[in-house]
């Protein structure tokens, strides 16, 4: 198929990069100069898990274009991919895709065969019937579902494992204007992905319901699972993790996302719950879990300072490892990790990070609040205590006996995820989240009467 992709940042790129990787014929265009000059050199912009990889594959059918008008005229469907940010009401600004729409919609007005124009981004429901498809009617002077189709097509992945994601859906969700515009997507999803992958399609309306509730309904599991990790820790041998794998064994409730710990973060999960609750207000109805869920994910890094606080006074040094909402990425948008080394730091706490990709966009948030330290060793070096924050598996595998040297004497491991459980750590103090007091025989390691 020919395609045309615009907007190549993290998802964009990726995205056009699978299809042509797969054999589609993709052309990118992207409002960025810098962008466009890159990839042209075949230099990645994107820092994303084998994404380097895949465009070697992918170059000989992907091609950069300075051109977005051409781009669209010689392809059937165009793909739009550019940012939606999220609005103090909590709606999502439509402005990029309208933009994008004002070069697409013109071009149409001359198209001979049927075109698809697939929004990609995150909108807020209503956008597609109420501004999409009459801002390409307009510009087009042509009927949306006979003479070209809008389809809203949202993907489900992760940065730093959104290839992987992408050609391995759980589900595809098509919201299509028309069902040729439907079949269209459905083949060419068929096409990319490895799987015999759940390929819904639906109306649009839905379509744009189904990828905030989803995300929204992902982060209620998140707040239970760390809810009821809260409890643990006030009960006296229970252990969170043990039965939340209990609970994650039952087909109605699942493992995945069901892990106490830090809580969620990033670009998407945060936001989509806010626009769900917008969506809500919109539609002059009260939802009652959706706020909930963000009140508990708010209450962790809280939770966190005041569990450490028990054991240390400020000014104690604290090591912070980790400051990226989550492994095998760079971001901090939203990030936990962030809110905790923020809280620790106006504690009066002496705070030293460290984290393998995401120092430099921590410095843009945290600026002087903390200390930057370019490998775990400086980080943990004197700290009175070290908080494992985001579970990079770099951190598992450190020696951990050797830190405990280069730490203060005494020195207390708060871990977020249980990650070091069972581990040799030396003379470390271990406190993990989510875990009661009397449970802590196995998990806590000399000097354990202080506790
Ligand atoms: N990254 C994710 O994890 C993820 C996951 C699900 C959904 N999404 C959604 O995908 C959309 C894009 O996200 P992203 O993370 O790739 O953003 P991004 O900021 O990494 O990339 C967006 C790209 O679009 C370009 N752009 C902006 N305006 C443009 C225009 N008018 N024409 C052409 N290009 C333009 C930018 O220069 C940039 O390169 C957002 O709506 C986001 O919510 C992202």
Known sequence: ??????????????????????????????????????LLAHQNPVQETGLDDLLAQAWPNLTISDNPAAAVRDTEVSLIIVPTPSQPDGRFSNHAVAAVLGIIGPVLRHQKTFHVVDVVSTVMPGSSDQVFRPLLEKLSGKTCGRDFGLVYNPEFIALGSVIHNFLNPDL?????SDPRSGDLMRRLYQSACHDQANIAVMSLINAEITKLSLNCFITMKISFANELAALCERIPGAEADVISQALGADSRIGAKCLKGGLGFGGPCFPRDNLAFQA????ADWEVRLAPKVVRINRSIPERLVRLLRRHLSPPGRVALLGLAYKPDTPIVEESQS????????????????????????????LGDLVTYCPDPQACVKGAAAVVLLTNWPLYARLDWPTLAELAGP???????????????????????????????EDLIYAPAANL
């Open 1 to 38: 198929m020919n395609i045309s992709v615009f907007g190549l940042g993290k998802l964009g790129l990726c995205t056009a990069a699978c299809f042509a990787a797969r054999g589609h014929q993709v052309v990118g265009y992207d409002a960025n100069p810098e962008v466009i000059r890159a």
């Open 172 to 176: 595809v969700l098509i919201g299509a």
């Open 338 to 365: 962030l809110m905790v080394a923020q809280q620790l730091a106006q504690s009066g706490f002496a705070i030293q990070v460290h984290d393998p990709q995401a120092l430099e966009q921590a410095r843009d948030v």
């Open 410 to 440: 005494e020195p207390i491991l708060l871990d977020c995820w249980g990650t070091l459980r069972g581990k040799d750590l030396a003379t470390f103090r271990y406190l993990c989240l989510g875990v009661g007091t009397g449970a802590t």
């Open 279 to 282: 969506l809500a207000r919109d």
